[in-house]
């Protein structure tokens, strides 16, 4: 991939061409007609100001990012998101367009296979880009296109795997990893703990059994939490049934009249 090839990495204004940063290419000519491409130019009285656009290429590379997308957009339109606005020119600080501005919107290398290869401005009254390019917007009557192409990210290298897994047995081609002969003994549980029950589940009585034995993994003891084998003596433990008692049940059972109550109050009241 040339240089040529490379995608645009760095967008940048300038007031002179001769205030190009190294490392950048100016567009100080229009693509088509090969006019001046000043993106500012005032009338004819007064202190010429000239604004230029810069681009920076470079290789892919990681930790790189990439420009991806470029929008024009009045002064005091928000700034899309995602985007960063060319506010200023970078050898003099001062204001970068006029009336309008230039947004820009970056991504790293290794999150995109395609990027913006060529920006281009045509001349004044010219709106239709050229093949493979897309209209950006209006700078000072003159279009901003660009052009994306694709690039081999970075980390597109192929790698090969060729570390081994310390815990897994010598594992051949005709050894298929569904057949788990050659694992069980090297674990210190069972595969299958139920395979020798007609119902599925876990048998209590048998799979407690084991708790609090020793079981050698990698050299190191392995035991379960002697608090956890309390658990063996719940199995021996009776539920009452609680019987079920109906709205009409608990009525008849429960039911009070208040007779005595009523009486003694009505009785208290004659003798008062």
């Not at 788990?180 to 407690?208: E, K, Q």
């Not at 990698?218 to 084998?229: A, D, E, F, K, L």
Request: aromatic share 8%.
């Amino acid at each position: 991939m040339s240089n040529s090839d490379w995608p645009i990495t760095a967008v940048t204004v300038v007031t002179e061409p001769s205030k190009c940063p190294a490392g950048f290419t100016i567009i100080d000519k229009t693509y088509d007609k090969r006019d001046d491409a000043d993106l500012w130019r005032d009338g004819y009285f007064g202190k010429r100001i000239c604004r230029y656009m810069c681009v920076e290429r470079s290789a892919p590379s990681v930790g790189r990012d990439v420009l991806v997308d470029v929008a024009v957009i009045n002064e005091k339109d928000p700034i899309p998101a995602g985007f960063t606005c060319v506010d200023f020119t970078s050898d003099t600080r001062e204001k970068a367009m006029k009336k309008k501005m230039l947004c820009v919107r970056y991504m790293s290398c290794t999150l995109t296979k395609d990027a913006i290869a060529e920006l281009i401005i045509l001349s004044k009254g010219v709106r239709r880009p050229p093949n493979g390019y897309n209209l950006v917007g209006e700078l000072n009557n003159m279009a901003l296109c660009f052009k994306m192409a694709g690039f081999r990210s970075p980390n597109a290298e192929p790698q090969q795997n060729t570390v081994n897994p310390p815990y897994s047995p010598n594992y051949t081609t005709e050894t298929p990893l569904n057949n788990m002969s050659n694992v069980g003994s090297a674990l210190p549980y069972a595969i299958n703990p139920t395979a020798n029950h007609t119902r599925p589940g876990l048998d209590r009585a048998n799979s407690l059994a084991g708790i609090g034995s020793n079981h050698p993994l990698s050299g190191v003891p392995w035991q379960i939490n002697p608090r956890y084998t309390e658990m063996s003596r719940l199995q021996d433990i009776m539920i009452p049934q609680i019987g079920y008692k109906s709205i009409m049940d608990i009525e008849n059972e429960y039911s009070y009249s208040f007779n005595i109550e009523r009486s003694v109050s009505t009785n208290a009241g004659t003798y008062n």
